[in-house]
């Protein structure tokens, strides 16, 4: 595992359609960099990786400050 890796130990929630990814799949490729996917977003999340036509998660994570990344900025950040 990469140690510059900033998803090591790191709360992360989906929203969205995926282009590249199923919902196991970016679960499998989340916890493989470390991270914790979970369901819902909360002040404990520390990033949303949004997919097409997100939901009232995005809306939340933008009220809580909570990082937005694109599945694009996702997959530069962890290759």
Excluded: H, W
């Amino acid at each position: 595992m990469n140690p510059d890796n900033p998803f090591i130990g790191k709360s992360v929630a989906v929203t969205g359609k995926l282009e590249n990814y199923t919902r196991d799949g970016i679960k499998a490729r989340l916890l493989a960099l470390g991270a914790r996917p979970v369901s819902k977003v909360s002040n404990r999340t520390d990033y949303l990786i949004l997919g097409v036509r997100p939901g009232n998660k995005l809306v939340k994570a933008l009220a809580l400050g909570i990082t937005v990344l694109s599945e694009q900025e996702f997959e530069t950040i962890n290759n």
